[in-house]
């Protein structure tokens, strides 16, 4: 439900690499991350993803074909993760250019941009 809500309409590629980002945080020493114990915890945590705030995901229709699909790519993409392959480029962070660019992204590194979303990680 969270990548039909944060990336419907993204494509395959963009859909993949929002996964890799639940998976970077998942995997993540960072502190911020240390309730993202799972991806469905990384993905209900409060005020990290904005999609739980849009009164559109109450219409996610479970049963759909592009509720399939994107079923379908969350898998792969998990697996394709675990095999060492990150469309994210290690990002931990996105967001939407439709958006002004938050301040948190002023001290991160952008790693990507994919459609549009761009995608960041902590600069070292």
């Given at each position: 439900?969270?990548?039909?809500?944060?990336?419907?309409?993204?494509?395959?590629?963009?859909?993949?690499?929002?996964?890799?980002?639940?998976?970077?945080?998942v995997h993540s020493?960072?502190?911020?991350?240390?309730?993202?114990?799972?991806?469905?915890?990384?993905?209900?945590?409060?005020?990290?993803?904005?999609?739980?705030?849009?009164?559109?995901?109450?219409?996610?229709?479970?049963?759909?074909?592009?509720?399939?699909?994107?079923?379908?790519?969350?898998?792969?993409?998990?697996?394709?993760?675990?095999?060492?392959?990150?469309?994210?480029?290690?990002?931990?962070?996105?967001?939407?250019?439709?958006?002004?660019?938050?301040?948190?992204?002023?001290?991160?590194?952008?790693?990507?941009?994919?459609?549009?979303?761009?995608?960041?990680?902590?600069?070292?």
């Open positions: 439900e969270t990548l039909w809500g944060e990336a419907r309409g993204e494509g395959d590629i963009g859909l993949r690499a929002v996964v890799h980002v639940i998976c970077n945080r020493n960072l502190p911020i991350f240390a309730k993202d114990t799972s991806i469905a915890k990384s993905c209900l945590l409060k005020k990290q993803f904005s999609c739980w705030k849009d009164p559109e995901m109450r219409h996610y229709d479970h049963k759909s074909e592009e509720a399939r699909k994107i079923r379908s790519i969350a898998y792969e993409a998990v697996l394709e993760w675990n095999s060492g392959i990150d469309r994210s480029n290690r990002a931990l962070f996105y967001f939407t250019k439709q958006i002004k660019k938050p301040d948190w992204a002023n001290d991160m590194t952008l790693t990507r941009v994919i459609k549009n979303h761009k995608f960041y990680k902590p600069t070292v």
